[in-house]
């Protein structure tokens, strides 16, 4: 079958599946107004591995089924295919304009997840039906989504706790039966899943045997019977239609999922029961997803650096001491974040057969991208001034009797065109919408869940330092 061409996956997403968006019953996401810039924004990963430029890095050749599959449903062997597939995501955010396509490495980090789980396991039942589901995507190409956050009711409660409002507030085996089990229960914020061909399902969080019925992973195709999905309202980029010469822009959303006694196959089903190794599933995801969450941000960090850098040149105050000071902070985020990124995938470990980045340094990573990216927005605000919010949009800039005025009086230090000067504001204005800040911290999850990762990894580290130093101090 081979790979998927753009084309063919838009066409894919007219099958029958229930999504609402503003209140509205969508009939074919691809053909949508709003539905159906998301749509584009994920089949640009597709018109990336048809590019032959771009084949080495977004293909490989599959020895086993004798065709070239996309490189995200491969199982990374070593550091330096790591680092391909880091590479590809970061190529691939740079030419979706900022924003990730998200067709299949989402997924990708869940699938992968399933394959260390099942080896964790140990049952060979579901380490066959695993190699299946990599098979059949491997051939398909389909677009896949990750569906692991539960809508979760009061977070001090475990899933099965009495004192949750109602026991679907975390998605759960309801029954099973010969042809497989039917679950209930909702996720939410996941994003793609409106315009994906699968969505892969994983439990959010660690469970006890009183969960064992919450305990449950699977695939399903997203026209399912008895999914809904209910998308988030986004704003459309505003100023690319102001402003004519604007590439195409790209943009997600993201789902809340209903599951109302949804059928599951069998051969479908990769964890049922085996609330032991929840948190093996849901802890690997996040390792994955958050790799794939920090490449995508090296890209963003440049257009942060460079935006900056351009409103410090064009107002012609770059060399200003308090400038130079910010310019730096904002060097020292984006290299941080590229060596942090890269050296997860070098310093790589074995997991279930397949190399997964460095946990402590990912997280590291993440934590860092997060916790850092409100103080880096501070400085492009302060940078860009306050024509960033007030200054005359480029529809005024087309009326004649005004465009003078607008062109003279927008115009920074000489040499700079008024025009240059609110492109650039334009640009920011497009690649920091306010929710970014609380994308930035929640997506790939939150900054404490980050923190508990790196201490857990980390403790054997700080073992080793505290050996060290009582050696030094001749202690015991
Ligand atoms: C843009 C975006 C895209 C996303 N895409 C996806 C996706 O594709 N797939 C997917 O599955 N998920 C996705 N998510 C969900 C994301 O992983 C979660 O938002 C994140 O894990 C935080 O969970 P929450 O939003 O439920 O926040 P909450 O869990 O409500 O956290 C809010 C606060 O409560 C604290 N808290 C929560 N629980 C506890 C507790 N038990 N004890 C103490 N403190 C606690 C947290 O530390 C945090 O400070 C996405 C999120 C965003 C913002």
């Known amino acids: 079958m081979g790979l998927m061409t753009a084309q063919e996956y838009l066409e894919s997403l007219h099958d029958g599946r229930i999504v609402y968006y503003l209140g509205e019953k969508i009939e074919n996401v691809a053909q949508d107004p709003n539905l159906g810039v998301c749509a584009r924004t994920m089949a640009l990963d597709y018109e990336i591995a048809e590019d032959p430029k771009y084949k080495d890095l977004a293909t490989v050749y599959d020895e086993e089924l004798g065709e070239t599959i996309s490189r995200y449903?491969?199982?990374p062997q070593n550091g330096e295919e790591l680092i391909k597939a880091h590479d590809l995501i970061v190529t691939s955010t740079n030419l979706g304009d900022g924003i990730i396509p998200f067709s299949h490495?989402?997924?990708?980090?869940?699938?992968?997840?399933?394959?260390?789980?099942?080896?964790?396991?140990g049952n060979p039942e579901y380490i066959q039906r695993?190699?299946?589901?990599?098979?059949?995507?491997?051939?398909?190409?389909?677009?896949?989504?990750?569906?692991?956050?539960?809508?979760?009711?009061?977070?001090?409660?475990?899933?099965?706790?009495?004192?949750q409002a109602h026991p679907d507030q975390y998605l759960r085996v309801v029954e099973k039966n010969d042809k497989g089990i039917i679950v209930r229960g909702a996720k939410m914020h996941i994003t793609g899943a409106a315009y994906s061909n699968e969505i892969l399902v994983l439990p959010c969080r660690a469970m006890t045997e009183k969960d064992v019925d919450y305990a449950v992973a699977f695939a399903i195709p997203a026209n399912t019977p008895g999914l809904t999905q209910i998308c988030r309202p986004f704003k459309s980029k505003v100023s690319s239609l102001e402003f004519p010469n604007t590439r195409q822009h790209f943009i997600h959303t993201d789902s809340l999922i209903v599951?109302?006694?949804?059928?599951?196959?069998w051969e479908r089903v990769f964890m049922c029961g085996e609330w032991e190794h929840a948190a093996t599933m849901v802890y690997n995801f996040a390792l994955l997803h958050r790799r794939t969450g920090v490449a995508y941000r090296i890209p963003m960090s440049e257009q942060l650096a460079g935006v900056a850098m351009a409103m410090a040149e064009y107002n012609g105050v770059s060399q200003a001491p308090h400038v130079r000071e910010k310019l730096t902070d904002l060097l020292v985020y984006l290299e941080t974040l590229r060596s942090l990124s890269r050296s997860a995938c070098l310093d790589f470990v074995m997991r279930g057969g397949m190399a997964v980045p460095n946990p402590v340094v990912t997280n590291i990573a993440k934590y860092h991208f997060a916790s850092k990216y409100h103080d880096m927005v501070k400085i492009i605000q302060d940078l860009a001034g306050g024509a960033l919010v007030t200054s005359p949009t480029y529809k005024d800039f087309q009326v004649p009797e005004i465009k003078s005025y607008i062109?003279?009086?927008m115009i920074p230090k000489n040499g700079i065109s008024g025009e240059q000067r609110m492109r650039m504001m334009d640009l920011?204005?497009?690649?920091?919408p306010a929710e970014n800040e609380t994308i930035c911290l929640?997506?790939?999850?939150?900054?404490?869940?980050?923190?508990?990762t790196i201490f857990l990894e980390g403790r054997r580290t700080l073992a080793q330092c505290m050996k060290l130093v009582e050696t030094q101090a001749q202690v015991g």
């Open 73 to 75: 449903y491969h199982k």
């Open 105 to 121: 490495d989402i997924g990708s980090d869940a699938l992968n997840a399933y394959s260390i789980t099942a080896q964790a396991i």
């Open 130 to 163: 695993v190699e299946n589901y990599r098979t059949y995507l491997k051939q398909k190409d389909l677009a896949t989504c990750a569906a692991v956050t539960d809508v979760k009711g009061d977070r001090m409660l475990r899933p099965s706790h009495p004192g």
């Open 259 to 265: 599951f109302d006694d949804v059928l599951v196959p």
């Open 407 to 409: 062109e003279k009086y």
């Open 428 to 432: 920011i204005r497009r690649i920091l």
């Open 442 to 452: 929640h997506g790939e999850g939150s900054p404490m869940a980050e923190r508990m």
